[in-house]
């Protein structure tokens, strides 16, 4: 078991800390089986019995997802399983639904993928969600790789859930997105919108959401960078990708939605007028 006042500093590191700088392994996985030399199960003496068959699994997920990119040469991933929800919540700093999985990072040269235990008897424990769940987790691993820190289009396949980059990334910019009614529609709004990203080292400085309309006219729904990364030309480069991007799937026209001048608040919104002027944008 996480003692409640460990767990609350742990989820005290929220308020200054990126998922993929605070997550840790938990003290009670203990145990590393390691399946070729580059990929390797970190698991407690709760889990040893499923370990063979979870073995298998991964590899499987891993070489299918490996043939589906065309990757050359092999990814050093680590898959950590939490034998009890506070386990996840110890190393993601944050409440964890029950069959929540996601790929943080990377420590030690490894990429890291945390699932809850199949022994919980959650979703996780059916063998074709948890497949289903390894190939996804996977693929954030090796399309990060690929994109190399650039900008690419991730379009989610699944309603599930959505990126925890996209929640994290609002929640940082309360000046914007500081409504939580608004921010939770906003999420659900983008679960199937194609979507850019910017990213450094696995940390994501911004993104954009498309709201396709017509085969003609697009809207960019919602766009984000981080505060402290504005004026550096992610914003810019991010509608560029966009705009590429739909140009050439037949897009004339794309709009965006903000306040107006009259809205009281000057300064925030008054930049993001600014920002959008001077991308060509005109009302």
């Known amino acids: 078991m996480i003692a409640q006042s460990l767990l609350e500093q742990r989820f005290n590191l929220r308020r200054t800390q990126y998922l993929c700088e605070r997550f840790e392994k938990s003290p009670n996985i203990t145990e590393e089986c390691f399946i070729t030399n580059h990929l390797s199960i970190c698991y407690s003496d709760s889990d040893v019995s499923i370990i063979p068959e979870l073995c298998s699994l991964f590899l499987r997920m891993y070489l299918f997802t490996k043939n589906w990119f065309d990757y050359w040469g092999d990814m050093a991933i680590q898959l950590w399983v939490a034998p009890d929800p506070d386990d996840l919540k110890f190393m993601t700093c944050m409440p964890c639904a029950e069959g929540y999985a996601c790929a943080p990072g990377t420590r030690n040269g490894a990429h890291i993928i945390l699932i809850d235990s199949p022994l919980i008897g959650g979703?996780?424990?059916?063998?074709?969600?948890?497949?289903?769940?390894?190939?996804?987790?996977?693929?954030?691993?090796?399309?990060?790789?690929?994109?190399?820190?650039?900008?690419?289009?991730?379009?989610?396949?699944?309603?599930?859930?959505?990126?925890?980059?996209?929640?994290?990334?609002?929640?940082s910019l309360p000046d914007w997105f500081g409504i939580e009614k608004a921010l939770v529609q906003y999420l659900r709004d983008i679960e199937n919108m194609p979507t850019f990203h910017a990213s450094v080292n696995d940390k994501i400085l911004g993104f954009l959401s498309i709201n396709r309309h017509t085969t003609a006219s697009a809207e960019i729904h919602v766009m984000a960078v981080l505060p402290d990364k504005h004026g550096q030309g992610i914003g810019s480069a991010l509608i560029k990708a966009a705009e590429k991007h739909l140009k050439q799937d037949g897009v004339k026209v794309i709009e965006v939605k903000t306040l107006g001048e009259s809205h009281p608040d000057k300064r925030f919104y008054g930049e993001t007028r600014k920002f959008y002027l001077n991308q060509n944008f005109f009302h």
Do not use: Y
């Not at 090796?142 to 190399?148: K, Q, R, W």
């Open 123 to 171: 979703k996780n424990s059916g063998k074709d969600r948890l497949s289903a769940v390894l190939a996804h987790e996977i693929c954030h691993h090796f399309v990060t790789d690929i994109s190399h820190a650039t900008l690419f289009t991730m379009k989610r396949q699944e309603n599930r859930d959505v990126p925890m980059w996209l929640e994290e990334g609002l929640g």
